[in-house]
């Protein structure tokens, strides 16, 4: 397998993901500040110039969820996504509560700030986004009550998701109203298969 990314990108959560599995993969390095992933070759594996991407024998497979759901079906071992139906569900249901609800405010600012070109970006438009983030995180906090991780008493990808964002908007300064939240997002910031992850990205 070969993960294609890039550091302070969503590739994180899959090198995550895949240090999680104790997956053997090769990290390839998409320089995006120097325009690495608008090039021919890049584009071929993903047309959007967008990472990260995961190449498995025939599978070029974009999307850091998609990655994540794929990474724990080839190795089901690890349980970033629960086998029994109900538990994967719910394990689902908050991955794509990340993407859609907690991370797309994030982006919006993002965007905003200096993503766009100057003349798309809209003034004002990041109090609007922080409004939004600061309800999707009250519902996070509000689902973690008597919860070690966002599933229950076991880590999944869901988890990835969620803590890569919420470290996101700490990178971004936009505060987290909740101890609880900040707890949660420190705790599982120390684990080992993360650091791992972000020494592979590091190229250390």
Same mark, same amino acid.
């Given at each position: 397998?070969?993960?294609?990314?890039?550091?302070?990108?969503?590739?994180?959560?899959?090198?995550?993901?895949?240090?999680?599995?104790?997956?053997?993969?090769?990290?390839?390095?998409?320089?995006?500040?120097?325009?690495?992933?608008?090039?021919?070759?890049?584009?071929?594996?993903?047309?959007?110039?967008?990472?990260?991407?995961?190449?498995?024998?025939?599978?070029?497979?974009?999307?850091?969820?998609?990655?994540?759901?794929?990474?724990?079906?080839?190795?089901?071992?690890?349980?970033?996504?629960?086998?029994?139906?109900?538990?994967?569900?719910?394990? =689902?249901? %908050?991955?794509?509560? +990340?993407?859609?609800? !907690? $991370?797309?405010?994030?982006? &919006?600012?993002?965007?905003? /700030?200096?993503?766009?070109?100057?003349?798309?970006?809209?003034?004002?438009?990041?109090?609007?986004?922080?409004?939004?983030?600061?309800?999707?995180?009250?519902?996070?906090?509000?689902?973690?009550?008597?919860?070690?991780?966002?599933?229950?008493?076991?880590?999944?990808?869901?988890?990835?998701?969620?803590?890569?964002? =919420?470290? %996101?908007?700490?990178? +971004?300064?936009?505060? !987290? $109203?909740?101890?609880?939240? &900040?707890?949660?997002?420190? /705790?599982?910031?120390?684990?080992?298969?993360?650091?791992?992850?972000?020494?592979?990205?590091?190229?250390?």
């Amino acid at each position: 397998m070969k993960l294609y990314g890039c550091p302070n990108s969503r590739s994180l959560r899959a090198a995550w993901a895949l240090e999680e599995a104790a997956a053997e993969y090769e990290y390839v390095l998409v320089d995006l500040f120097k325009g690495a992933a608008r090039t021919p070759e890049f584009l071929a594996l993903n047309p959007a110039g967008k990472l990260p991407v995961l190449v498995d024998g025939e599978l070029k497979l974009t999307e850091s969820a998609a990655i994540i759901n794929y990474v724990s079906d080839k190795f089901p071992g690890c349980g970033l996504v629960p086998l029994d139906a109900t538990a994967r569900a719910d394990c =689902l249901r %908050w991955m794509f509560f +990340a993407a859609t609800e !907690l $991370e797309q405010p994030l982006w &919006t600012i993002a965007k905003h /700030r200096f993503a766009l070109p100057k003349n798309k970006r809209v003034t004002g438009i990041e109090d609007t986004a922080r409004w939004e983030f600061e309800g999707a995180a009250k519902l996070l906090d509000n689902a973690l009550d008597g919860r070690e991780f966002i599933c229950g008493d076991a880590f999944t990808g869901a988890d990835i998701l969620l803590i890569h964002t =919420l470290a %996101w908007a700490r990178s +971004a300064k936009i505060p !987290l $109203e909740s101890a609880h939240l &900040t707890a949660y997002m420190e /705790r599982l910031l120390t684990r080992p298969a993360l650091t791992r992850a972000r020494k592979r990205e590091s190229g250390r």
